[in-house]
């Protein structure tokens, strides 16, 4: 069971720890109980916190990794809004475009909200202009490679890709 390479020691680590303590959960369902072998967990952990010697804290990662794999619960606790659970990408929110097509009687109907969203909208347009003029300040300067050339028009906001 090992770990994609794009990941570091550090990282394995962590999601190693955070697995082991979801899987206690299933595990032990008193409370007391679990948060009991949590912290004997959590001391196996710093236990080896401080291991100078990257070898070895690669083969006491993977031995962790292979006890955890024995271990686990048979049947773990899956959020209902995650990947596997019973609500994921059920009743997906619809997208912010879809306000801008309704209809003025219907926005009507919710002034106060439209409002701040018009707001909103205004307040994220003047930050992505001002982002933008200083990210073509510093590629004026040298300091980060210029960005694409514009189309222009009314597409200012894609971008022209040689072929």
Not at 5 to 27: E, F, G, M, N
Not at 64 to 77: A, D, I, L, V
Not at 89 to 101: A, F, G, H, Q, T
Not at 127 to 150: D, F, H, Q, S, T
Request: with cysteine; aromatic share 12%; net charge positive.
């Amino acid at each position: 069971m090992a770990a994609s390479p794009l990941l570091t020691q550090q990282q394995r680590v962590l999601r190693l720890y955070k697995k082991a303590v979801r899987h206690l959960q299933c595990w032990y369902v008193d409370r007391v109980e679990f948060r009991y072998q949590a912290v004997l967990l959590r001391a196996r952990f710093d236990e080896q916190k401080n291991e100078k010697d990257m070898k070895a804290a690669v083969r006491c990662l993977e031995a962790g990794e292979k006890e955890f794999w024995e271990r686990q619960h048979p049947q773990p606790y899956i959020f209902i809004d995650s990947s596997g659970g019973t609500r994921y990408e059920r009743n997906i929110p619809s997208p912010e475009w879809v306000l801008d097509n309704w209809h003025p009687a219907e926005r009507a109907r919710y002034p106060t909200y439209f409002a701040r969203r018009e707001k909103r909208l205004q307040d994220e347009t003047a930050r992505w202009k001002e982002l933008v003029a200083e990210e073509e300040k510093l590629a004026i300067e040298g300091k980060i490679p210029p960005p694409p050339p514009r189309l222009g028009g009314e597409h200012d906001d894609q971008f022209y890709v040689p072929k």
